[in-house]
């Protein structure tokens, strides 16, 4: 598989940290080979100076973006050409996170404050690299929400070089809510998502936020150009088996949640030779059969198996069979 597809973005499943690891991504593409699939958020200072590899991946996952985390113009633009040099498809920065975590580093959606300094971010890493350089953000932030501030935001930087935008169609409180409730109290605003589409013509725009059914979709498709969807997919990773099908080629076959699983196996054979523990690919797997007779079984069978010493791919085939 290539990076290099023409409907770059149309779908993608969003980045989340602690879940959408390599082993999740491979998942996730067994199911749907057109997808756009993004890494967890990477910090700049995980890249530069960390032992462990970051950015390790399979060819298999593209085409796969990079989430970077940072307010550096320098260090990001180092990470850039390191992403560029691994064969991602793409940069991603991350301008929508309000978790304090995120905050105390300086990056995340407080950055959504400071545009001049995100258009620099976006300058310094475009200028080094011929991928694209996206971002990904919030409508707004705290009272900072007005549709006028969220147009001086674009367009600073558009004028940097961003030529792709994800917005996630909530705007996020910096403090009083934790990262989960800035995903359920503030209010969808998809028609501002629209608008900005009508007003920026030029920009790729992708909706993210509530997404949950390929007739959603479908219907987001009608006014961006491209959506994304986070915790659904994670959840309930059986609805990536329609989208091929349904987004990008009618003569795509739907991909079941039997085929994916089974395709994983020598993936998983070849990670256990490697070293790795089976519940550090499996755990990304249990919600494959949601809504499924037996899904149950299959949940709990590698809930209570799969952290067991020396457990292998016989835990998955067991409780596979668990499952109508």
């Given at each position: 598989m290539t990076s290099n597809f023409d409907y770059h973005g149309r779908f993608s499943v969003a980045p989340m940290l602690?879940?959408?690891?390599?082993?999740?991504?491979?998942?996730?593409r067994q199911f749907s080979k057109h997808a756009l699939l993004y890494t967890e958020m990477i910090t700049t200072g995980a890249i530069i100076h960390a032992k462990y590899d970051h950015l390790l991946y399979s060819p298999d996952e593209h085409p796969l973006a990079l989430q970077l985390g940072g307010s550096n113009p320098e260090q990001l633009r180092l990470c850039a050409e390191k992403?560029?040099?691994?064969?991602?498809?793409?940069?991603?920065?991350?301008?929508?996170?309000p978790s304090d975590r995120v905050q105390n580093g300086f990056f995340g959606a407080c950055l959504m404050a400071k545009a001049g300094l995100v258009a620099e971010c976006v300058a310094a890493m475009q200028s080094a690299v011929?991928?694209?350089?996206?971002?990904?953000t919030r409508v707004g932030i705290d009272d900072l929400d007005s549709y006028d501030f969220l147009c001086d935001f674009v367009q600073k930087i558009e004028r940097a070089g961003c030529r792709e935008l994800i917005v996630h169609a909530r705007k996020a409180w910096l403090s009083g809510l934790s990262p989960k409730e800035n995903r359920e109290i503030p209010p969808l605003d998809y028609e501002r998502v629209y608008q900005l589409k009508r007003d920026f013509p030029a920009?790729?725009?992708?909706?993210?936020?509530?997404?949950?059914?390929?007739?959603d979709?479908?219907?987001?498709?009608?006014?961006?150009?491209?959506?994304?969807?986070?915790?659904?997919?994670?959840?309930?990773?059986?609805?990536?088996?329609?989208?091929d099908q349904a987004l990008f080629d009618p003569q795509s076959a739907v991909v079941t949640p039997h085929q994916a699983v089974e395709a994983m196996l020598p993936y998983i054979e070849n990670e256990l030779a490697?070293?790795?523990?089976?519940?550090?690919?499996?755990?990304?797997?249990?919600?494959?059969?949601?809504g499924c007779k037996g899904a149950k079984q299959w949940r709990r069978y590698?809930?209570?198996n799969a952290h067991k010493p020396n457990a292998g791919t016989e835990v998955i085939q067991t409780a596979l069979s668990f499952v109508d």
């Open positions: 602690d879940w959408t690891t390599r082993h999740c991504r491979y998942f996730h992403a560029q040099q691994r064969g991602y498809a793409e940069i991603n920065l991350n301008v929508g996170c011929k991928i694209p350089v996206t971002v990904k920009l790729f725009i992708s909706i993210n936020g509530g997404i949950k059914t390929i007739a979709m479908q219907q987001h498709l009608q006014f961006v150009d491209g959506v994304m969807v986070g915790r659904e997919a994670y959840q309930n990773p059986s609805l990536l088996g329609y989208v490697a070293g790795t523990h089976l519940n550090h690919i499996s755990r990304h797997m249990v919600g494959a059969f949601q590698l809930s209570e």
